[in-house]
């Protein structure tokens, strides 16, 4: 059967008109950009209107801000997202431990500056894993920048340390003795765990993510540089009391999402907010540890409705 010429004509038309205009970008479309700080290139997304309210995402190990590429497209609808790379880490420099000091205290003060030098000086704080004691230490040294809290998955109680946290134990007090933990912390089998661990629902889970991961930390110096950061956590357990009572002073606005079967940072540590901040949001969802891999529409409608009640100061 032959199509007759005049629809063959306008299938054309319409086919031609479609290639001509192309979708505009929106504001919700990432952009990549990297900039020096103190000598070391940091990479990160950014998303949103720049005239909205900020909000930064702070990633976990052995991660980056890549972990965001699905969540920040519902968040930069309303709001400006910026999500830095910590040295070490994803596209950002990772010069050598000697000339970069690998410590929680030192990747604070980076995130600082890097957040200075983009003008980001007032924001609402998204933290994951590793990005907890970074946050939290950028809490401490500027309570007047921050707007707001999202808390996922970043523990600052010792009820919410899990197992296997005791053999990490062991790797601080004497890390020479036991180098077996970091082996077993850095394993591609540990790698994918971190993700799938906890989950009822595989499939929503990217393998590349966790084959791209265990890439990166076969890099040549990495064993290096993640060795340093797992020894320096000690650091941050010996510092939640002073996070505890810091959250107790100011009050921040605070939301708690929690992949309730994570095995690493356990959900008594998402309940704990609520004594030091009684008015906190706790949400307790069924998942992992990496919670916005399964639950990523719920979480950024959580976040947006809760956001949305925080007046402006």
Not at 203 to 212: A, I, L, Q, S, V
Not at 223 to 244: C, F, K, P
Not at 270 to 289: S, T, V
């Amino acid at each position: 059967m032959k199509f007759p010429i005049l629809a063959v004509a306008a299938t054309l038309i319409v086919s031609q008109a479609v290639d001509a205009a192309p979708l505009e970008s929106t504001s919700a479309t990432i952009t990549y950009h990297r900039v020096s700080v103190d000598g070391v290139n940091i990479f990160y997304r950014e998303a949103g209107p720049k005239g909205a309210p900020t909000i930064v995402l702070l990633h976990g190990f052995p991660s980056s801000s890549r972990e965001f590429d699905q969540l920040i497209p519902l968040l930069a609808t309303r709001y400006h997202i910026v999500a830095p790379d910590f040295p070490g880490f994803g596209q950002s420099d990772a010069p050598p431990p000697s000339s970069y000091a690998y410590t929680f205290d030192h990747l604070a003060q980076t995130t600082n500056d890097f957040l200075e030098q983009v003008g980001a000086t007032r924001y609402s704080l998204y933290l994951h894993d590793y990005g907890g004691p970074v946050g939290f230490r950028l809490m401490v040294a500027h309570p007047e920048r921050v707007h707001a809290l999202v808390i996922q998955n970043a523990n600052a109680y010792k009820e919410g340390l899990g197992p296997k946290w005791a053999s990490i134990a062991q790797y601080w007090a004497d890390r020479k003795a036991h180098p077996e933990v970091l082996n077993v912390f850095m394993s591609p089998a540990a790698t994918e765990q971190r993700h799938t661990a906890g989950t009822s629902h595989p499939e929503r889970y990217n393998p590349d993510t966790w084959t791209d991961e265990s890439a990166h930390l076969a890099r040549l110096g990495q064993y290096e540089i993640q060795g340093d950061l797992l020894y320096d956590y000690r650091t941050n357990v010996a510092s939640y009391s002073d996070w505890q009572a810091w959250l107790r002073t100011h009050k921040p606005p605070t939301l708690v999402l929690w992949g309730r079967n994570d095995p690493s940072f356990l959900a008594a540590g998402a309940d704990a907010f609520k004594r030091d901040i009684p008015d906190a949001e706790i949400h307790l969802l069924e998942a992992g540890h990496f919670a916005f891999d399964e639950q990523n529409d719920e979480i950024a409608r959580l976040i947006l409705t809760f956001l949305d009640r925080q007046p402006l100061a």
